[in-house]
């Protein structure tokens, strides 16, 4: 039988992975995402691009393996916001969240040899107006500066905001899981 490999160090995208119940393994697909992430692309443009990239990057390795690559980019306007990467950065990120609405482009890009099937679901999050103290409070305590976007919906984050659309709620997480079953089945494996 194929392997499933999920181009990803993520941890979260590990974790969303496990619930569809199906055996696979990660592989770290070392894509440098900086220069698409400045590239000035669009945000949606970019998280498919770098998805794709990160695909391609493991299936180089394993082409007979199902490789299931994904990216999520966090936009603000048309501003790619990438991971705050510190405590200072994360709350300053999320000031200029605060009352606003943003955008959540999280792609998935699916293939096995020649066969490719690639999807972008877009979240629309409108965060609740918050002073800088009570967001260095939700900081220290959800040290989410390893996120896109500056904050954890799994987590104490959730409460950052007062509306949030999309179509599937573990897109947001890191993984659209309701797609990515349908795509799998494509693929021969079904979820059950």
């Known amino acids: 039988m194929t392997e499933i490999l999920l181009a990803s160090g993520s941890r979260y995208r590990r974790e969303l992975l496990e619930r569809l119940g199906l055996p696979f ?60 990467g510190s405590r ?43 002073s800088p103290e009570r967001l260095a409070r939700y900081v220290a305590m959800d040290q989410a500066w390893d996120c896109a976007g500056g904050y954890k919906l799994e987590s104490g984050g959730i409460a950052l905001f007062e509306r949030i659309d999309c179509a599937d709620h573990t897109a947001i997480l890191g993984l659209p899981l309701m797609e990515l079953a349908r795509v799998l089945e494509e693929f021969g494996f079904p979820v059950f």
Do not use: Y
């Open 25 to 84: 393994h990660s592989v770290s697909p070392d894509v440098d995402e900086s220069e698409l992430q400045a590239s000035g692309r669009p945000p949606r443009e970019i998280a498919a691009l770098l998805a794709r990239a990160k695909a391609d990057a493991v299936a180089g390795r394993a082409p007979a393996s199902l490789v299931i690559g994904s990216d999520q980019v966090c936009a603000l306007d048309d501003e790619v916001l990438g991971k705050p």
């Open 88 to 130: 200072e950065a994360n709350v300053a990120q999320l000031v200029r969240l605060s009352g606003r609405a943003h955008r959540l482009w999280t792609a998935v890009c699916v293939q096995r040899g020649a066969q490719r099937r690639e999807f972008v679901v877009e979240a629309v999050l409108t965060m609740r107006a918050l």
